[in-house]
Structures are given as structure tokens and as C-alpha cells.
């Protein structure tokens, strides 16, 4: 074989790791990564929000936190997975409406979870008259965390791969069309989603007056993570039901449009509503 794909040999081959999806096998029950990823995520996740909350002018106690955790678990499985279903395979769960409830078959949308989570944080600021926008800046400090562990997941269960390589990195992924090495696209998102987002939004939490600025830490987090979805969608393979679309983007850089639209605004009208939100203590 020659051109591009030329060093196939030395190629990392995904076997050889020695990594399953599996993570305990009881026989009766198996635990799998991904499931442990979530469930790690929203734990190490409330714990870090506890945290947040020490730092002085925290928007809500740790009795809301507590409450939140409940809320925001269920729009991360529902918001992702009706999302997952919606846009990236309709057809396929119109034909097995049974294989909706399969979440550990894996398929969830983070942009679905972040609708999900958005929405419970509303209703939850709204049942205990706190401000929801600041509550997202807080929650949004938190993510990176879930979403780095996530990553992590993809990549030991060998999905989500990304598109042929000739880098010396090249994974072989066993299922992956072709045999072909590929770019380990999951473990680009791990350090841009997970390891760079956080490092970002816990400098500007603590180093900064980002906090007192509504929208402020939300909008660093949607511009953030959309430009680093958009830019390793190029890395990842599109989704074999939907390919590239007609418009030249793939879904997941469709879907982070709005995201990275939001993320501005809200960063270039956060020191306006710190401003009013000043005025009107002053006022009071």
C-alpha cells in the first residue's frame, strides 16, 4: 500500500492496549466505562461545585447545589438522548422505538445535555427565586470535568474514532472501516473539552472578577467548547448515517453554531449586566 497510508505497520493498534468497554464483569451485571464515566462526572462534578460555592458571592447555598444535582442529572440523560435521537439517527429509533431507552449502548448528544442541564437549572432558580443566569456560571465551571471523563470513555470503547491518518499516532480501530490508522480523536477532545476548558474556567473563576459578571463564565464555556468541537470535527469521523451534510459542516459543527454565537454574546454583554446589577444595589 503506498501514499498516504503508506506506515500502517506502525500504526498503534487499538487491541494491543488491552482496553474493554468493560470495566466489571460480575457475571449478573457488567459495568462499563461509560456508565462509570457519568456517574464519576456528576460526582466529582457536585463535589467541585461545593467548592465554587466557598468563594464569596456565591449565587446559591449548598442546600440548592444539592438540589440542582437531581435536576441536572436528569437533563443531561434526557437532554442528550432525545437529542442523540433527533438529530443524528431518527430513522433508525423509528424503526426500534425500544432501543431509545439503551443508554448503554452508548449514543447521547452533549449539545442535547447542555439543553437538558440549561433548562433544569432554570427551573430549578425559578422554584427558589435564585438568578439562573449565574447559576450557569457556576455549573458551567463544572462541565469540563464530565466531559473530559466522557472523552476518556469514547476512547476505551473504541468509538468515536476519528478520520484515516498517516501521523505516528494513528490508532487502529478494530470495527473502524478500511483497518486503517486514524486520528484518536477522542483523546483530542479529552485535552481541548476537558483538561484546557477547565484549566480556562478555573483561572477565571478564581484569578479574575469573571464571576461577578453574569454570563460571563457560561459564554467562555459555550465559545470554548464549540471552537474546540468545530475545529476536531475536521480530526472525527462524521457519523456514518449522516456523513458531511450538504452544507459542508458536519452535524456536530452545525450544532455548534448557536453555541459559539451565544458564547459571544454573552461574554460581550456581561460587563453591562454587571454594571446594571451594581446600579441596582446602589438604588436599592
Request: with cysteine; aromatic share 14%.
Amino acid at each position: 500500500m503506498s501514499g498516504l497510508f503508506a506506515d500502517v505497520a506502525t500504526a498503534i493498534d487499538f487491541t494491543s492496549l488491552g482496553l474493554s468497554p468493560i470495566a466489571l464483569d460480575l457475571g449478573f451485571l457488567q459495568l462499563r466505562w461509560y456508565s462509570l464515566a457519568y456517574i464519576a462526572g456528576i460526582l466529582v462534578g457536585w463535589w467541585y461545585l461545593l467548592r465554587l460555592l466557598q468563594a464569596p458571592g456565591a449565587p446559591m447555598a449548598r442546600r440548592h447545589a444539592d438540589d440542582l444535582v437531581t435536576w441536572a442529572t436528569l437533563g443531561i440523560i434526557l437532554g442528550g438522548r432525545l437529542a442523540y435521537v433527533l438529530f443524528y439517527d431518527p430513522a433508525r429509533f423509528l424503526q426500534h422505538p425500544g432501543d431509545i431507552v439503551k443508554l448503554w449502548e452508548g449514543g447521547m448528544s452533549f449539545h442535547g445535555g447542555v439543553i437538558g442541564v440549561s433548562l433544569a437549572i432554570i427551573l430549578m432558580a425559578r422554584r427558589h427565586k435564585l438568578d439562573w443566569l449565574r447559576i450557569h456560571d457556576y455549573v458551567a465551571c463544572v462541565v469540563p470535568i464530565g466531559l473530559g471523563l466522557g472523552r476518556l470513555a469514547n476512547f476505551v470503547n473504541g468509538e468515536l474514532w476519528g478520520r484515516p491518518t498517516d501521523a505516528s499516532w494513528g490508532v487502529i480501530f478494530p470495527g473502524a472501516p478500511g483497518d486503517l490508522p486514524r486520528h484518536p480523536s477522542q483523546l483530542y477532545e479529552f485535552v481541548l473539552e476537558g483538561v484546557v476548558l477547565f484549566v480556562v474556567l478555573w483561572f477565571l473563576f478564581y484569578k479574575t472578577d469573571a464571576r461577578r459578571k453574569p454570563g460571563m463564565l457560561v459564554g467562555t464555556f459555550l465559545l470554548g467548547y464549540g471552537l474546540a468541537r468545530f475545529f476536531v470535527e475536521f480530526f472525527r469521523e462524521p457519523d456514518i448515517q449522516l456523513g458531511t451534510l450538504s452544507w459542508g459542516l458536519t452535524m456536530g459543527q452545525t450544532l455548534t453554531l448557536p453555541m459559539i454565537a451565544g458564547g459571544i454574546y454573552l461574554i460581550a454583554t456581561a460587563g453591562r449586566r454587571a454594571s446594571g446589577k451594581r446600579a441596582g444595589l446602589r438604588a436599592g
